[in-house]
């Protein structure tokens, strides 16, 4: 579950490019109108994480509680600057929402994921999307997905309730959205099927075909 954070993740050449691209837009702005605007919104998005907001308690979510892992269970990043977002990970806690909750606020737990989802549909962030979550037993997968835990047990179906699917369809179709990912079965993963691991979860009884056809159907309001 653990990984060391040994990596370079931000080249200066890159750096370099990417403030050069911005100070063009902001050139070209003088001259277009909603073009440039719409130009400068994603330049900013794509800018250097030192630039973009941590709020104390913020989320990504909106509706989410913030309930902070400890910063033993992930690593601090800027994605999707530093690193490409393009994969959600599907896990079942083995265990209530509670049970969730403490074991990501214990530092000896060397794992958390950035969600947790209740049986009646609340959601709990506990690590921010910008950070590298310690979720998928690799670490290039942790480094570019969003986990998703959910409340209950992989041989439990009647853990698996409506408002949990719906709620999580929410949250997985509006992650698809930010990062600009197919809402699929190539992007939205199991954890089981995450390459070198050896979880089971979220287990046969998930209903993936359900599962999709909620996330596809989600329309997000911007
Ligand atoms: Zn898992």
């Known amino acids: 579950m653990s990984e060391t954070n040994g990596g370079v993740r931000r080249p200066v050449s890159r750096r370099t490019l990417l403030l050069g691209g911005t100070a063009a837009g902001l050139g070209a702005a003088g001259i277009a109108g909603y073009a440039a605007r719409d130009e400068l919104k994603h330049l900013w ?10 709020e104390e308690g913020a989320v990504d979510h909106p509706g989410a509680d913030w309930v902070a892992a400890s910063g033993a269970n992930y690593r601090r990043a800027d994605r999707p600057y530093d690193y490409t977002v393009d994969r959600v990970v599907i896990h079942v806690v083995q265990g209530s929402y509670e049970d969730a909750l403490k074991v990501f606020r214990d530092p000896g737990h060397q794992a958390a994921a950035h969600y947790v989802v209740r049986r009646d549909g609340h959601i709990a962030q506990t690590v921010r999307e910008l950070d590298v979550a310690f979720h998928a037993g690799n670490r290039s997968y942790n480094e570019r997905s969003v986990g998703i835990e959910h409340e209950g047990f992989v041989t439990r179906p009647e853990d698996f309730t409506d408002a949990m699917y719906r709620s999580s369809a929410r949250l997985t179709a509006a992650i698809c959205e930010r990062y ?7 992007h939205i993963v199991a954890h089981s099927e995450v390459p070198g691991t050896d979880h089971t979860d979220p287990g046969r009884h998930w209903d993936w075909d359900r599962y999709l056809e909620l996330v596809r159907t989600v329309r997000i309001t911007k």
Do not use: S, T, V, Y
């Open 180 to 186: 600009g990912m197919a809402r699929d079965r190539e």
């Open 45 to 54: 998005w794509r800018a250097p994480g030192a630039q973009q907001p941590r």
